[in-house]
């Protein structure tokens, strides 16, 4: 079968660091996304690792290992704002999208 | 650019009825994709378009489930009969060739079956 697993909820203080995991097993891979989305809105895309390694976007960085079938999305400086769910999902086959079933992140002030 | 539109953003139905969901892309994307968003499955990939053809429909949970894309822009999502597990948000996302790993999602149609 394929999945995706993540955290179900994550807490942390405004200006701390948090890293929310992602492990999958899926029968293709081509890459890993993150996608943000705020109670009631649409998810909006963060990042996309189909290589090995850290990828960084200001605040908002993504790792990724292929041996480990593991990745996560590091977040920075946090900020209230940053309230949200995440999700990861993985590119697995021709245009073909699994997503993860999202880690809400709770930033307390 | 508008970004992805959708209607209607809400619907409420009785069980049995035909529900036809709206999607305009991104004007210039390639690619579009149905989406269904539950608290119980996540979200989860109904079937996607590349230039106005229907790729892949796996995700299409059953019959009752339709897709078309008669032009690069607009396509509908079609319910019929409609029940209540349908209930869910189904939200509609494009993207660009060599790049639809970063999907525009649009602001989602909230379906809710009586």
């Known amino acids: 079968g394929q999945s995706l697993e993540q955290p179900s909820e994550v807490t942390a203080v405004e200006g701390a660091i948090v890293q929310i995991n992602c492990t999958y097993q899926t029968s293709g891979f081509y890459g890993l996304s993150w996608y943000q989305q705020h109670d009631g809105g649409a998810p909006t895309f963060l990042s996309y690792n189909a290589l090995d390694g850290l990828e960084e976007t200001g605040r908002f960085s993504s790792f990724l290992s292929r041996s480990d079938s593991y990745g996560y999305l590091l977040l920075q400086e946090l900020q209230m704002k940053d309230s949200a769910s995440y999700f990861c999902?993985?590119?697995?086959?021709?245009?073909?999208?699994?997503f993860g079933t999202g880690t809400r992140l709770k930033v307390l002030a | 650019d508008a970004g992805v539109i959708q209607s209607p953003r809400h619907e409420v139905t009785e069980m049995g009825q035909e529900v036809t969901l709206r999607c305009k892309p991104i004007s210039g994307h390639d690619y579009l994709f149905w989406y269904r968003q539950t608290m119980m499955r996540g979200l989860e990939l109904l079937i996607y378009f590349n230039n106005n053809v229907p790729i892949d429909d796996s995700g299409m949970p059953e019959d009752r489930f339709s897709a078309k894309m008669p032009n690069a822009s607009f396509s509908t999502l079609k319910i019929q009969p409609s029940e209540p597990r349908d209930s869910a948000v189904y939200f509609c996302a494009s993207s660009h060739e060599g790049s639809s790993y970063e999907q525009y999602f649009g602001p989602g149609t909230r379906l809710t079956v009586t």
């Open positions: 999902a993985v590119h697995s086959g021709t245009y073909k999208y699994i």
